[in-house]
């Protein structure tokens, strides 16, 4: 149980120990041309064509993940907690391949993460580098990829976040990462049905 609970700490905390380098920018997505405003050619006033970002803020992107570095560092997992948009979505999946997924509420997220936080390795080194895809002004997906190191171990994954701008800060609204779905038991969800 404590292995798994290390495990679970140190790719959820990732960003914690990480070195937040520069991702490069993601460059905005073409307007749809020759459209009437708000819309494609001969489609509807609305969809994605209309909320393509006008100014994608990495720099409040890059704050929103130097600020939960720093608090899985410290242990804090109250602060770390401030910067998710609860209900929080948390996805993974099984040794099977399927499709697992939770709506955590702050209480559950902290019940899960302070154990976490207080198990997180000593000796783990971790690279992180987060590249955000804007979707709009106010929401975002970033692709992580997470090295750690702890002796001669060495391991390698990717995951991602989608995080939405909310009272002029970003926060976590869903966070992805493969392998879970096998040690958590119920909290991950069931698969979806065929």
Not at 14 to 25: K, N, R, W
Not at 57 to 70: H, I, P, R, T
Request: hydrophobic content about 40%; proline content about 9%; overall charge neutral.
């Amino acid at each position: 149980m404590r292995l798994f609970i290390g495990l679970m700490v140190c790719c959820l905390a990732a960003p914690a120990l990480a070195d937040q380098g520069e991702a490069p920018a993601a460059a905005p997505p073409a307007a749809a041309a020759g459209g009437p405003p708000g819309g494609p050619p001969g489609g509807p006033p609305g969809g994605p064509w209309t909320r393509t970002p006008g100014k994608p803020d990495k720099k409040g992107v890059d704050e929103l993940f130097k600020a939960s570095g720093e608090a899985w560092k410290k242990g804090d997992v109250n602060a770390a907690a401030e910067l998710i948009d609860f209900p929080v979505t948390m996805v993974t999946d099984n040794a099977k391949g399927e499709y697992l997924q939770a709506q955590w509420t702050k209480e559950k997220w902290i019940a899960e993460m302070a154990p976490a936080m207080q198990g997180m390795p000593k000796d783990a080194k971790m690279t992180h580098k987060h590249t955000p895809h804007f979707l709009s002004d106010s929401l975002a997906v970033v692709v992580e990829e997470t090295t750690m190191q702890m002796g001669k171990e060495k391991a390698k994954w990717t995951g991602f976040s989608v995080i939405t701008l909310k009272d002029g800060k970003w926060r976590f609204k869903q966070m992805a990462e493969a392998g879970w779905g096998d040690t958590m038991g119920g909290d991950a969800g069931k698969p979806a049905a065929k």
